[in-house]
Nanobody, 124 residues
Framework: QVHVVESGGGLVQPGGSLRLSCAAS????????VNWYRQAPGKERELVGG???????NYADSVKGRFTISRDGAKNTVYLQMNPLKPEDTAVYYC??????????????????WGQGTQVTVSS
């Protein structure tokens, strides 16, 4: 059984910081590209940024220079450091992890998993 779980959300004042975690567990061979998304009330889900297996990152213009994505391969965990936060960053944040698993007959295959989301609220 494979699980992807986000954590670290909460309520923070404008200008504050939070670090979200996206942790994968189970019989995982490797964790490839992981993307962070967010969805604010009444809006469509949008891509925040991502990191590939080599550590290369990309960010949406709205968060560039404020958010940093990093990974710990040994822990199968990707982090989203956010600061300074703005009220418009308020949303549910999701990670989408591309995981390599061993399937039947010993073959490896990549699958996409979503976490359950974690709420980030930026308000004074």
């Amino acid at each position: 059984q494979v699980h992807v779980v986000e954590s670290g959300g909460g309520l923070v004042q404008p200008g504050g910081s939070l670090r979200l975690s996206c942790a994968a567990s189970g019989s995982i061979v490797s964790m490839n590209t992981v993307n962070w998304y967010r969805q604010a009330p009444g809006k469509e889900r949008e891509l925040v940024g991502g990191i590939n297996s080599g550590g290369t990152t990309n960010y949406a213009d709205s968060v560039k220079g404020r958010f940093t994505i990093s990974r710990d391969g040994a822990k199968n965990t990707v982090y989203l450091q956010m600061n300074p936060l703005k009220p418009e960053d308020t949303a549910v944040y999701y990670c989408n992890a591309h995981l390599v698993l061993i399937v039947s007959s010993g073959y490896r295959s990549e699958y996409s998993y979503w976490g359950q989301g974690t709420q980030v609220t930026v308000s004074s």
